[in-house]
């Protein structure tokens, strides 16, 4: 999963960043309004965190420019402005949530995973396929109870493909999703990872959970383990 | 209108205007009794001299040997209180009616008026002496018989007259005062509707709603327009002050809020998981900075609300507070002077060694305000340009400037530069380093020390900070100097 931080505060953007990508989410991070929208506006973040005040354009502009543009991305806002009217303001233009600085960074994290699993179509932290089992808060994976043991990538990439199942998922999408500008990145990276992925996975007697459709992408398969 | 203990314009003006008029009146009564008393006895006098006479022509021969006379009441008509006597040269009374008082007779022939009680009443006497010819028409002229008439009547009817005329005036008055007071109460107070119509539109100001319009009767009344306008403009300012205010909390808020936020982020970073202690320590020197960072946007706030503070409170230590200009700006630039070299700015600082200006402020205020100038000034300098600080003595006056090489201002930053907070330049935000407090701070402290600061752009490009403040010149005594120094 990858996101965006709009945010001018250097010391508050570093420590974001690090705890975002502590968690295993990819970061990137703009320092100004026009930036952030520039970047916004590339339609491959899950979720957006805003700052309000910023210097070029502001927050609440950035927001507007983004839903304009028809981009449905999740977007919380981070604001030092107390006052009810303004977010209302802002939840009516279309922000998702949003949170009083100083917020607690624990809480931060765990209202983007909400807000990217919500926008993917899951309530719960606990995402199940099949016979797979994916905890998005203690990052385990079980398959028939057993905890299998995932690299942070890989796990990042099931995860991925778990939010979505049954699509094809190209490997220029797993990218645009997994790394961010900071992360050198090349498409047979993921080849390598998904192979890994799919060794892991593999439970004698089943056909693999993930497909690989040539020139097209990966699928997570819903009916797999079906004995 | 409230409370018996208020004074009543309204109330006022009626019982002024009763009380004048009623003193007029009684002016007036006074007046009119005096003259009535005259013309009524003036009447009175008359009607007495006319009976008086007429009983005179009723005095008639008697046609016997003696030619004596007589009074022949026929024809005479007397006041029914009447009291009269009419005697002869001998004294002989031809007739009389009551008992009238014996009166000195005058010598002269002209009319005597006497006031002379009756039994118990007041009269007026008239003695009138005439003459009676008895056969004038006889050779030796007649008999003359000289006869002293002494006519009174009561004076009750002038008196009767003249306080019937005192009650007319007086009721007449009374009446008048009645409508006067209704008339007046009602006048008054539609004169001062535009004193409650200001008052109803000031009502409806609140710390929410700050509109005040004084209405258009205020306005157009000559009395209320000074105090419609005072209050228009009270208002005006007052609202100002509170917007500034309100900003100001808001913004200082906003500042806190931030500088916290990043203290917290970076400890709960730190605390996310087990590291190693290379990233503890080096996550507690990023913290420690962090929370500098707070302390010092804390400690400028605070600085900024002593300088805020009303002067009268300290005004005590004012006179001793002093020092000298040329001092501070010294400390000024050494302490700026490891922001300067990474810049590679050159400070140049241009002042005649030999005056000494004193400004009468607190020395650590005078360097806050000389490094906060200069550090602006370095701070929108580009790398390797010449920040130029110059000081103009001019009676009493010290003029302090320090020119940039930036991009100078624009209008509309100029206006709103010295207000806290204010950033001009919205992409240089918060990493610039600056709380947006340090203008603020110079600005206070001039305007505390009764002087002003100003900023412009300069024709030759660049910003030109311009710090006026009152100064003691001398021509500096190096043993006084040196002895400062060693402070």
Known sequence: ?227 | MKGSASISITRRLVITVLILELLSAVALIAAITVHEWSVQLEIFDASLVATAESLLGAVQDTEDEGDNVMLDMRGVRVAKDAVFRVEDERGKILGSAGEPPSLETAASAAPLFRNTAVSGRDYRFLVLNGTRIVDPGKANGGVRHSITIVYGTPLRHVWHEVREAVRFFAIATAFLLGITAVVMAWLVRKGLSPVHELAREAERISPGDWQFHAPVSAKETAELRPLAAALEAALARLRRSFEQQKRFTSDAAHELKTDVAIVKSSLQLLSMRKRTLDEYSQGLALSLEDITRLESTVEKMLTLARLEQPVESCNSSTASKSCSLRDVIADAVHQSEPFAQLKSIEVAVEINANTDVRLPIDSRDALLLCSNILLNALQHSPDGATVRIAVTTDEGIARLTVRDQGEGISDDDRDHVFEPFYRGDPSRSRKSGGTGLGLSICKAICERAGGSIEIASHVGGGALVTATLPAKTALSDPTLSASLKAE
């Open chain 1, 1 to 227: 999963m990858r996101v965006l931080l709009v945010e001018d505060e250097q010391r508050l953007a570093e420590n974001i960043v690090a705890a975002l990508r502590e968690t295993g989410l990819a970061v990137d991070h703009a320092a100004d309004g026009e930036a952030g929208s520039l970047l916004a506006e590339q339609g491959v973040y899950d979720a957006i965190v805003l700052d309000l005040m910023l210097p070029g354009k502001s927050g609440q502009r950035v927001l507007q420019d983004l839903r304009r543009r028809k981009l449905q991305t999740p977007v919380l806002i981070l604001t030092a402005q107390e006052s009810k009217e303004s977010i209302v303001n802002l939840l009516n233009a279309g922000a998702d949530d949003y949170l009083s600085k100083p917020f607690d960074l624990g809480e931060l994290l765990a209202r983007i995973k909400a807000l990217i699993r919500r926008a993917k179509g899951a309530s719960t932290p606990v995402l199940a396929v099949s016979d797979l089992e994916l905890n998005t808060v203690q990052q385990t994976v079980r398959r028939r109870g057993q905890f299998l043991d995932l690299s942070p990538t890989e796990y990042r990439i099931l995860e991925y493909l778990i939010h979505r199942p049954r699509a094809v998922v190209s490997q220029q999408e797993l990218l645009e999703h997994l790394y961010d500008f900071d992360w050198e990145h090349h498409s047979n990276v993921i080849e390598a990872h998904i192979s890994n992925l799919r060794r892991k996975l593999n439970v004698a007697g089943t056909e693999p959970l993930i497909e690989t459709l040539r020139h097209r992408g990966y699928r997570l398969r819903e009916e797999a383990g079906s004995q």
